[in-house]
């Protein structure tokens, strides 16, 4: 975003996370770096939550790290927006660690808050390990680079192979031919539904509208723009508030008990989720092993080749590092070093974003659960690469809650998804204004 637009919203962006009035900005001033570009001997302190990370830093510590006079120490963190209001309530005191594991949809609400440097001059040509689409996130649509990817969730379509053979069913290529599905489905068995349709998860409603092109936050002339009911998130609240309304699938939410039945006992037999879907899946249904497959996300035209992400984190440099050089350099290495990324797949379970790891170390063999395709991994690589570019603002959580609300009751009443996309609109904007964002029409 334009400097002065960042300057201007990091005078009142902690309040979407605090909830208190508007604040002076935080962070150093403009040019007053400090000792952060020092790459010398250097100690850095990682605020994180993905699992076994510290065992991560400890190939660093010992290899590369050692070589370089650069130890990291991992402290863990809770995930979320309770680390999002942490970083910037740290930031404020300039008592911020010098590396951040931070969502996509986050950093713009630490960017807006000078939480995060520009580590841009430390990380040339890095963006061309990462899909294009993934990369851009951590740019916010500037020259400047305020994180490294870390893992991404490139979305996909999953179904009983077993059940679409017994109900004749082929595997959707579009949306249309979903919905068709869903449908012949119905048909032949009432009591069981392509998949449901829920609104305890944000994330998947905001990939399925960045496979369709969305943009729910941009800058226009140095002023936040919303998007939220663009139209083609129009469309896709269109076209599931209409599967919906007319019962072709359910309108449960995910995660519960009763969903959990219906994906173990075959009452719903695919899901649009993303890469990580085996470990839930091998959780949630555990008699189905063996049985789903992965084929990519259905396309609003059938010459079109895009997906959505749901999910996935960054590695950043906050700007109260007096280490900025070193720890970009550790960045860098914990998400391109080929003994990291199989690291980070084996230790912390991750999807990683370099290009490179989807397909190589620990991901050359598909999931346990999916044995039954081989190449699981290869065919989410290709998928992985197809990533749309998302645009996100500093009031992410203030959206999302309101379309668990919004959304919430509208799946729960079969009654207009148009009516609740506006209301999450509105909500969205209004908060920003009461937050002291400008905003423009």
């Not at 975003?1 to 001033?29: D, E, K, N």
């Not at 740290?90 to 008592?95: D, G, M, R, S």
């Not at 002339?221 to 129009?234: C, E, F, H, L």
């Not at 509208?410 to 506006?422: E, I, T, V």
Request: with cysteine; hydrophobic share 40%; aromatic share 10%.
């Amino acid at each position: 975003m334009p400097h002065s637009l960042h300057r201007r919203l990091a005078a009142t962006a902690t309040a979407v996370l605090l909830g208190g009035t508007a604040l002076t900005a935080c962070g150093a001033p403009d040019g007053d770096s400090g000792d952060q570009t020092s790459s010398g001997p250097a100690e850095l302190t990682y605020w994180a939550w993905a699992p076994g990370m510290e065992k991560v830093a400890a190939i660093w510590n010992n290899g590369e790290g050692r070589k370089a006079g650069i130890q990291v120490t991992v402290q863990k963190q809770a995930s979320g927006d309770d680390l999002v209001t942490k970083i910037i309530t740290a930031a404020k005191a300039h008592q911020a660690p010098d590396l951040v594991q931070a969502e996509y949809q986050a950093l713009p609400t630490l960017v807006s808050n000078e939480a995060l440097a520009d580590i841009s001059g430390e990380v040339g040509g890095v963006k061309y390990k990462f899909a294009a689409g993934v990369w851009q996130q951590t740019t916010l649509g500037t020259d400047a680079v305020y994180a490294i990817p870390q893992d991404s969730a490139p979305m996909a379509f999953y179904y009983r192979e077993d059940l679409f053979k017994e109900y004749g069913l082929t595997v959707p290529a579009t949306w249309a031919e979903f919905a068709e599905t869903a449908r012949a489905l119905k048909k032949k068995a009432p009591d069981k539904s392509l998949t449901t349709f829920s609104a305890n998860d944000s994330g998947l409603f905001a990939g399925l509208a960045q496979q369709a092109g969305a943009k729910w936050w941009s800058v226009d002339s140095q002023k936040w723009k919303v998007g939220i009911d663009d139209a083609a998130t129009r469309k896709v609240a269109d076209f599931w508030g209409g599967l919906v309304e007319e019962g072709a699938v359910d309108n449960q939410p995910m995660y519960t008990p009763a969903w959990n039945k219906a994906l173990d006992s075959g009452k719903q037999i695919a899901w649009v989720s993303a890469v990580w879907a085996p470990g839930t899946l091998s959780s949630v249904a555990p008699a189905t092993k063996g049985k789903w497959a992965m084929a990519p996300l259905p396309q609003w035209t059938r010459d079109a080749n895009t997906t959505g992400s749901w999910g996935g984190s960054t590695t950043a440099v906050t700007t109260d590092s007096k280490h900025k050089a070193a720890a970009a350099k550790f960045a860098t290495w914990l998400n391109t070093d080929p003994e990291a990324l199989a690291a980070l797949v084996k230790e912390s379970g991750i999807y990683p974003a370099a290009t490179a790891a989807q397909t190589s170390g620990a991901l050359a063999q598909a999931p346990e659960y999916f044995s039954n395709q081989p190449d699981f991994y290869v065919k989410a690589a290709e998928i992985a690469k197809t990533t749309a570019p998302a645009a996100w603002g500093p009031n992410v959580n203030v959206a999302y809650t309101s379309f668990k609300d919004a959304f919430g009751e509208a799946a729960k009443d079969r009654s207009d998804f148009g009516a609740a996309l506006a209301t999450m609109h509105d909500t969205t904007v209004a908060d920003l204004k009461k937050q002291g964002f400008e905003v423009a029409p």
